[in-house]
């Protein structure tokens, strides 16, 4: 779901830019693949400063995770903006989220990873949970718009919301597990947002 400028490089944000690296490089080889060398490598820097700067690779996911989750979340906020109706922002949401084949599937293989790390190391597990809130959220915000328009029709927001999720990102999984997904993305993105007015019984 993310799309990077290039880096612009600068002392000052020497810890963001190995951030950056890492989720570049974890989301092309995986999290288990991606090497500590690999990384730095990416980053232009050395082994030893990528250490200085998080300590361990653990360390380093999770700064990945929550960089990459911090910009999804910016960039749905973003997305509101200027939205006419529940329709029209559901339709903008999509977007912001079904971005392009390339960076929709570097982000959603790298997410399953930290879905992963979440659910077997304890020190993730609170990232789950503040993932789960956020983007829920934003979900719950557009669904109450649209509700208070007259333009959805649900009986719970919070479960909505969660349903919500449930079909996006099942969808993702069926379009990643696709083996046309380059060319295809589109229509599952089309079939996404189908699926989610379908759901909130839109007008």
Partial sequence: MIHEAPVQRHPGGR????????????????????SLNMVAREAGVSKALLLYHFGTKDNLVLAALQWVLAATASRIRASMEGATDGRDAISRLLDAVWVGPEQNRDFFRFYL?????????????WLGATARETINGHYREVIEAGAAAGVFSVDDVAAAATQMRAVIE???????????????HDAYRDECRRAVLVLLRAA
Wanted: aromatic residues 10%; glycine residues 6%; proline residues 0%.
């Fill in 15 to 34: 810890r963001a830019e190995i951030t950056r690296a890492a989720y570049r490089v974890m989301a092309r080889s995986g999290v288990h693949r991606a």
């Fill in 113 to 125: 990873d930290g879905v992963e790390h979440q659910t077997r190391l304890a020190n993730f597990e």
């Fill in 170 to 184: 099942g969808m993702f999984l069926q379009w990643l597990q696709s083996v046309e997904w380059a060319t295809n």
